[in-house]
C-alpha cells in the first residue's frame, strides 16, 4: 500500500529529527539515506499502480492520480527535512528544541490520522456503502484537517522561538532552521491535501 510506505518514511524522518535534536549528526546522515531510499519505493509503489489501474474502477482515474500524487509529496517533503537535517547542524537553545519535537510530533500524527483515514475510506468505497458512511468519512477527514490546525499553531511558534534566539545560533543557524521548519509543516499540508482529495472522491459517489 502507498500510504504505508510514505508513513515509514514520516516515521524514519521523526527519528532523524529527534538525532538532529540530539546533536548525533552520524545517526542523521545514516537516517537519511534510509528516508531516501523509503521515498523511492514509494515512488516505485505509485508508479505500479499507476500502470495497473484498471479500467473499471469505482472511482475516477484522474482522482486517483492526484490523490496518489499528493500522498507522494508528504513523502518527498519528509526526504526534504531529512536532507536540510544532514546538511547542516544546528545546536538549538532549549525554547527551540522543545517547540521543534512538538511540531514534529503533531506532524507525524496527522500523517498517521491520513493514513488511517485512507485505509477505512478504501474499504468504504471497495464496499459501495459510501452513502451509508458518508458520516463516518467526513469525520476521519475532520482529524486529519484539525491535526493538521494545529501544526499550523505549531509552525508559527517554531518560527517566532527561533528568531527571538537567532543571537544563540546564529543568522545562518537560524535561517536553516526556519527553512526545515517550514519543510516539515509541508508534510503536514500536503497529508491534508491528501485527505481532501477522498473527501472529493467520495463526495462524487
Given at each position: 500500500?502507498?500510504?504505508?510506505?510514505?508513513?515509514?518514511?514520516?516515521?524514519k524522518m521523526d527519528e532523524a529529527i529527534r538525532a538532529y535534536i540530539d546533536g548525533d549528526q552520524p545517526r542523521v546522515e545514516s537516517?537519511?539515506?534510509?528516508?531516501?531510499?523509503?521515498?523511492?519505493?514509494?515512488?516505485?509503489?505509485?508508479?505500479?499502480?499507476?500502470?495497473?489501474?484498471?479500467?473499471?474502477?469505482?472511482?475516477?482515474?484522474?482522482?486517483?492520480?492526484?490523490?496518489?500524487?499528493?500522498?507522494?509529496?508528504?513523502?518527498?517533503?519528509?526526504?526534504?527535512?531529512?536532507?536540510?537535517?544532514?546538511?547542516?547542524?544546528?545546536?538549538?537553545?532549549?525554547?527551540?528544541?522543545?517547540?521543534?519535537?512538538?511540531?514534529?510530533?503533531?506532524?507525524?500524527?496527522?500523517?498517521?490520522?491520513?493514513?488511517?483515514?485512507?485505509?477505512?475510506?478504501?474499504?468504504?468505497?471497495?464496499?459501495?456503502?459510501?452513502?451509508?458512511?458518508?458520516?463516518?468519512?467526513?469525520?476521519?477527514?475532520?482529524?486529519?484537517?484539525?491535526?493538521?490546525?494545529?501544526?499550523?499553531v505549531l509552525r508559527l511558534e517554531a518560527m517566532k522561538a527561533i528568531y527571538g534566539h537567532e543571537k544563540d545560533m546564529g543568522m545562518?543557524?537560524?535561517?536553516?532552521?526556519?527553512?526545515?521548519?517550514?519543510?516539515?509543516?509541508?508534510?503536514?499540508?500536503?497529508?491534508?491535501?491528501?485527505?481532501?482529495?477522498?473527501?472529493?472522491?467520495?463526495?462524487?459517489?
Amino acid at each position: 500500500m502507498h500510504a504505508g510506505r510514505v508513513v515509514d518514511t514520516v516515521e524514519k524522518m521523526d527519528e532523524a529529527i529527534r538525532a538532529y535534536i540530539d546533536g548525533d549528526q552520524p545517526r542523521v546522515e545514516s537516517l537519511y539515506q534510509e528516508i531516501s531510499s523509503l521515498e523511492h519505493e514509494a515512488d516505485k509503489v505509485k508508479h505500479s499502480i499507476r500502470e495497473n489501474m484498471p479500467s473499471s474502477q469505482p472511482v475516477d482515474r484522474a482522482d486517483i492520480l492526484s490523490f496518489l500524487t499528493q500522498e507522494d509529496d508528504v513523502a518527498n517533503s519528509a526526504e526534504m527535512v531529512a536532507q536540510m537535517l544532514a546538511m547542516k547542524m544546528v545546536t538549538m537553545p532549549a525554547p527551540v528544541r522543545d517547540i521543534l519535537l512538538k511540531m514534529d510530533n503533531n506532524v507525524l500524527l496527522t500523517v498517521r490520522e491520513h493514513v488511517a483515514a485512507t485505509g477505512r475510506i478504501v474499504d468504504i468505497l471497495d464496499n459501495g456503502t459510501v452513502s451509508k458512511d458518508i458520516g463516518e468519512i467526513q469525520e476521519l477527514i475532520d482529524k486529519v484537517d484539525a491535526r493538521k490546525h494545529s501544526v499550523d499553531v505549531l509552525r508559527l511558534e517554531a518560527m517566532k522561538a527561533i528568531y527571538g534566539h537567532e543571537k544563540d545560533m546564529g543568522m545562518v543557524g537560524a535561517y536553516h532552521l526556519l527553512e526545515i521548519v517550514k519543510e516539515l509543516g509541508w508534510v503536514a499540508e500536503h497529508a491534508e491535501s491528501a485527505s481532501n482529495r477522498l473527501r472529493l472522491m467520495t463526495a462524487r459517489r
